[in-house]
């Protein structure tokens, strides 16, 4: 073995327990759990490109739990509580830092669905806080709170636990320890199809081969409507380009995130000095990972309204993911119509932060044949029962 | 940023456009017909293909009406424009 590199890149074999699709941080975090949760280490991760490449090498990293309704509460304060954990558990630095998140309210009606929200995060042990715009400024001093502009800001939600992490090193953490634990990792190698026999997926093929599995479990984000038809599987999925860009390094000017629906545009800035921000999707469906140039432009025209003091920033570098978007903003996760194949998707604009949350649940999920009860809301089902988690409210950008 | 040839007003820049997405879903008949399933599947469930895709776009700043677009999501590339009520071009 290289002994700069942290996990080993295996070849393929004929058979796994459980294959796991995409290598992206839901895939890693999936993996990990199986070895440290429940013993299953006869696992491969295959994955189409290079390791952690997809969406979570290009997200803005927000971490938070603040949602609206109690099912999404449940996994992403799951998922916060356990990032609050993880660089002891993986023993890596992951630049995890609660620097908090401040939700900008600019209408009566954000002002009124952010109180409603901050109410309901308390009733299930997320932290929340309601501020007054100049409670705004004292978190965030460059943040314009002036009656003056096109839309002012008339207070904000805010949850100090929230906050940011470094995606990479997330990746890199749990690759390590998964490998560690037994788990292979097969890079370059695409799933261009699921066997189905007698009603169970049997093997997935590949670029690199038929490889046999007794679980088949899928994680490839902007990509799963595609692998999940060659289950036969209809998904109620949307493939979107979601942009971000950042500026040049700086001095530390912004201390916490700032995120606002209203104007469309989210900022924080990284560890290294960067401003990181990011937009909404664009409106129509692609599978090019590169989104259209007038989005850019808003998201910097919304941001210079806010941050006046970014007047002088220049774009370093901006670029694209695509985002597997689900008709209520919610995740699907758990059983599939198929028997040993598994679903985890729909996380659009907001998967990054559930990471070891999801990780966590969907092991379980596989371990057991069974949702875990916290994924349990998540079902595809739900498109034929109606009970939606509808998170546009709390999630119309979301991060 | 696409260009989106209008049929009735030539290749105008995508922000004058409203994105309608998949096209040729018809409205129900007879909705209260349908089971749960099949409404849900109305509602909720569209066509997401790696390739080509029949999308609906209306040029809402320019003449205001709508049209159908065959489009590669792979590329972006534009393959047919087509008029409402005219069936899907067959791609040679
Ligand atoms: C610009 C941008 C900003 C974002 N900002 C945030 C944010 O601030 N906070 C937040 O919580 N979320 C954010 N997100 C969303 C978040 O990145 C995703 O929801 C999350 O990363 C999805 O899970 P993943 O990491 O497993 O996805 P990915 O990293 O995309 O992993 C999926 C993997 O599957 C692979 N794959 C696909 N098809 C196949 C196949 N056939 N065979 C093998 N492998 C395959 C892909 O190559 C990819 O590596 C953002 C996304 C983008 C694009
Ligand atoms: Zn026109």
């Known amino acids: 073995m290289h002994p700069d590199r942290l996990w080993r890149s295996a070849e393929p074999r004929k058979s796994y327990e459980v294959v796991i699709v995409g290598a992206g941080g839901h895939g890693l975090a999936t993996a990990y759990y199986l ?65 908090g998140v401040l939700n900008l309210a600019h209408s009566l009606q954000d002002v009124r669905d952010g109180v409603r929200r901050v109410e309901a995060n308390r009733v299930n042990g997320v932290d929340a806080e309601w501020l007054d715009p100049a409670g705004v400024k004292e978190v965030c001093p460059i943040v314009e709170v002036s009656p003056e502009v096109r839309y002012p800001v008339l ?216 949702p875990h009860p916290l994924v349990a809301p998540f079902t595809l089902d739900r498109f034929t029962t109606g009970a939606l988690v509808d998170e546009h409210g709390a999630a119309a950008v979301a991060h | 940023m696409l260009l989106i040839p209008c049929p009735w007003c030539g290749a105008r820049d995508e922000v004058e456009f409203h994105y309608g997405g998949q096209a040729h879903v018809a409205y129900p008949e007879d909705p209260s017909a349908l089971s749960d399933e099949q409404w849900g599947r109305y509602l909720f469930f569209r066509e997401n293909p790696e390739g080509d895709f029949a999308e609906r776009w209306s040029h809402s700043a320019g003449c205001r009406r709508w049209f159908n677009v065959v489009r590669d999501t792979r590329s972006n590339r534009i393959k047919h424009v087509y008029l409402p009520g005219e069936p899907r071009p067959v791609t040679p």
């Open chain 1, 155 to 370: 207070g904000a939600t805010y949850q100090p636990r929230a906050g940011i992490a470094k995606h990479d090193n997330v990746a890199w953490a749990l690759a390590t320890a998964a490998s560690a634990l037994g788990v292979d990792f097969i890079e370059h190698c695409e799933v261009t199809g699921i066997e189905v026999s007698g009603g169970r997926a049997v093997a997935v093929d590949t670029v690199r081969g038929r490889i046999a599995a007794n679980r088949i479990a899928l994680s490839a984000a902007g990509h799963t409507s595609v692998v999940a038809a060659t289950a036969g599987i209809d998904l109620p999925l949307q493939t979107h380009p979601l942009q971000a860009l950042v500026s040049e390094l700086l001095e530390p000017v912004h201390p916490t995130v700032v995120m606002s629906n209203a104007v469309h545009v989210y900022v924080s800035q990284a560890h290294k000095g960067e401003l990181v921000m990011g937009a909404g999707i664009d409106a129509a469906n692609s599978y090019r990972r590169r989104g259209a140039f007038h989005i850019i432009e808003r998201q910097m025209a919304a941001a210079l309204e806010l941050f006046p003091v970014f007047a002088r920033a220049h774009v370093l570098r901006t670029w694209g993911g695509i985002v597997d978007v689900s008709p209520d903003a919610s995740p699907v996760i758990g059983l599939s119509p198929v028997e040993n194949l598994y679903l985890n998707c729909g996380w659009g604009t907001g998967g990054f932060k559930a990471t070891p949350g999801v990780g966590w649940c969907y092991a379980h999920t596989i371990a057991h044949d069974e």
């Open chain 1, 35 to 99: 070895a440290k949760n429940h013993g299953i280490t006869d696992v491969a991760v295959l994955e189409r490109g290079w390791l952690a490449g997809g969406n979570m090498a290009r997200n803005t990293t927000i971490i938070r739990s603040n949602y609206l309704w109690d099912e999404s509460a449940g996994i992403y304060e799951h998922a916060l509580k356990l990032w609050e954990g993880l660089e002891e558990d993986l023993g890596y630095p992951l630049l995890f830092s609660q620097r």
